[in-house]
């Protein structure tokens, strides 16, 4: 936390030190004052940066919003307005007015009346604006309700942009979530699979494609989401249940959902070279093209490879992704297909530790050891796809269907995961064969009806959906293998053979929502009510292929929701959701063995407070999360767990002065086990849950070099419990990151160099704790640089 304070008086003392250069009162574009002007086309950015000078205008904006932006140039008499408005033609982005007198860039909204809230446009192949600073959105995708404004949302919601990705030089969706405090990850660095914890709850753990991918489960891959292909990542905090139907995997703490590129306005042609310490390269492709007289017809492709040694002793990566967006812009019908392959290959991946019964927890190695076996190998193989479409019946009424799914293959010969069986370090594992195959299908339909009953108005959404999931799973084992966290021990390659795939289970979420939002007072005052009614079906299989246990049961789980806007920059909001898991069903050790229990229902109720200062948002939250669980007490299982997480969330995103931006924040929770078969373990911190989480980010841009940003981050994370007993606990620790980035031109070519080290103090450190006691090392001190050119 002292670094988190210290880093932000920094950036406190740096903006008063650089205030803006105004003698006078700024000019305003609504001046009626006519110039003659004659500005050759050229760069956005370069002639944006003159005109302003020149005219006398007060303008900063991130400059990744004009990377690859051609301006028409200006030739002749008018006004301040229109010349902005002509230079900025084509470019999809608007000069807006800030609270101060200066002005930025944002991206244009859209201004239909019948399709819009608060500027944000409801369809779901739109994407609201980015918010000033370009790092995060004024808007998110909130399941079944479409695109929902910031401010007329009753959740806490982030949504990290295209550029907040591309500076911070995310691989995968694990790293953007590094910026937000409410999530941590529980993933290895250098493993093989990304899991987080939402407001102290697991999120995909379990995998099968636990994200959303432009708002639907099932498409996303299994253990991990590259970001080559992804425009937008958001994260809705807490359950989700009626918003996007049940998680594949019973997953209550929030929802994580993965926009996909799609082809731009403009034409791309987009290259980016990476490294990564120790010798990992890369290359990325991202080109969009228009077609058609009208450029009705769009396609975006994304194509890159990674490979080589990392920063993991005895580690080699390999990476292969490949996405395709086709979309179809009408007047009434609008349609996308999403084609996703990926690969991923490890040599001696890492792999999270379990610690024996009554041992303290050594202190970490440094994040380069790795006790992994340098013959061991990790095949993962993804291939989704998702068809959308929308068709306006008319101004008020539009239907809307998606089909999809995808298909992982997963294959590694290793040892398992370790286990820490003394003070000393020393650890055992049990190599192993292992595959598994698990197909994903999904479909739904609904409708979005916006209509009016006297001073109310009413935007209702009714959706009808179906997942279902087929896993095949197999492994055999070998002898153990003995090491050392701190001096790894290599050992000789077992001979196990490669083992069959028989199926072990098939589930099908099937359900129906309606939900309504009805607003009066133009919009100042919301209230949402929705029921989604979720059947679930599962069977599991033995090797020979008969069912063992099959279950068949369902819930319906509310929504309420409110928003009290009493000026446009304050919003107040309130909700109640629900969150539904799968019932259990009783282990063959019970003595009520086979015993099916009913769908566990998670509630939570939340109140906060929004603000939006026109360059800077920032958002308080108070919530409360109960989660029942199944566990086997004197050999009877029953439901007599119950994890209770009580927190506040402060968060903060935008500019708080020209030139330097700020995105944050802290959580505080109390997670508490209410109830649980062990008397000695009630009142117990949950597995996982820290008392603090904390981020802060920051980005200066040097005037004493035009197009130079600096760059900072800390993440701080409390200690954490590896026991529901609590007696064995991780340490807590802070993580220190800085780079800096410098846009320019090179042979008239847009060119960005970006420059990262993350760890800056190579700190060894536990990361993070899994929800059933695994917890992962910390990342070791990491270079990584890439350029990016746009043809």
Known sequence: MPVICRALLSLTLISAACPLAMAAAPVQLDSVVVHAYNIAPGPLGATLSSFAVDAGIAL???????????????????????????????????????????????????TLEETTIDGIDTRSDSLPPVYPGGQVATGSRLGMLGNTAVMDAPFSVSTYTAALIKDQQAKTVGDVLERDSSVRSTGQTGGIVDSFFIR????????????????????????????????RIEVVKGPGALLYGM??????????????????????????????????????????????????????????????????????????????????????????????????????????????????????????????????WSSTRDKSALLSGEYDLNDQLTVFAHAGGGQSKVARMSDQTPTIINAAGDTSSIPGYYKFEVRRYTVDAGARLRFDTGPVSHSTALQVTRYRDELSRGILSGPA????????????????????????????????????????LDQRVQVTLGLRKQNIQSHNYNAAGAVTSAYDDGKTTPLFGAVLRPWDHVSFYYNYIEGLSKGDVAPSTASNAGEIFAPY??????????????????????????????????????????????????????????????????????????????????????????????????EWDTPWAEGLTLTSGAIYTASQYVNQANTQELAPWTRIDVGARYATRIAQRPTTFRATVQNVFDREYWSGVASYGAFSQGSPRTLLLSATVDF
Request: aromatic share 6%.
């Open 200 to 231: 102290g709850f697991p999120v995909g753990e379990g995998n099968l494609g636990e994200l959303a991918f432009d708002g639907v489960y099932g498409v996303a891959s299994n253990y991990r989401v590259f970001t080559e292909y992804a425009e």
């Open 60 to 110: 900063s904006f991130e400059p990744s919003l004009t990377e690859g932006l051609i301006s028409p140039g200006l030739t002749g008499s008018c006004s301040t307005r229109e010349a902005v408005t002509r230079l900025l033609a084509g470019s999809g982005l608007d000069m807006v007015l800030r609270s101060d007198g200066s002005y930025t860039l944002v991206q244009r909204r859209v």
């Open 247 to 376: 998680s594949p995997n019973s997953a209550v703490g929030g929802v994580i959902n993965v926009v996909p590129k799609r082809s731009l306005d403009e034409d791309l042609t987009r290259f980016t070279a990476s490294y990564a310490q120790d010798a990992q390269l890369g290359g990325h492709l991202d080109l969009s093209r228009r077609f058609g007289e009208e450029r009705r017809f769009g396609m975006r492709l994304n194509g890159s490879v990674q490979q080589g040694d990392t920063v993991i002793d005895d580690q080699d990566r390999e990476v292969g992704v490949g996405a395709l967006s086709l979309d179809y812009q009408g007047d009434r019908l609008r349609t996308s297909l999403d084609l996703v392959s990926q690969e991923e290959r490890f040599d001696a991946a890492s792999r999270p530790f379990l610690i024996a019964s009554g041992v303290q927890i050594p202190s970490a190695a440094n994040g380069r050891t790795s006790v992994s076996q340098d013959w061991g």
């Open 601 to 698: 229902v998670s509630r939570q109720q939340e109140v906060g407070v929004k603000l939006d200062y026109g360059s800077f948002m920032s958002s308080l939250a108070l919530f409360q999360i109960k989660k029942p669980s199944g566990e086997l007490s004197s050999g009877v299982f029953a439901v007599q767990g119950e994890q209770r997480n009580r927190g506040v969330e402060l968060n903060m995103s935008g500019e708080i002065a020209q030139g330097t931006r700020l995105l944050g924040g802290v959580t505080l929770l109390d997670g508490q086990l209410t109830r649980t078969s062990v008397a000695a373990n009630r009142g117990n911190k949950p597995v996982g849950v820290p008392d603090v989480q904390a981020n802060l980010w920051a």
């Open 481 to 520: 293998v003995l090491s050392n966290i701190y001096h790894p021990v290599h050992r000789p390659k077992p001979a196990i053979a490669e083992p069959a795939t028989p199926k072990v289970s098939a589930t099908e979420l099937s359900g129906i929502a309606l939900a309504d939002t009805l607003s009066i």
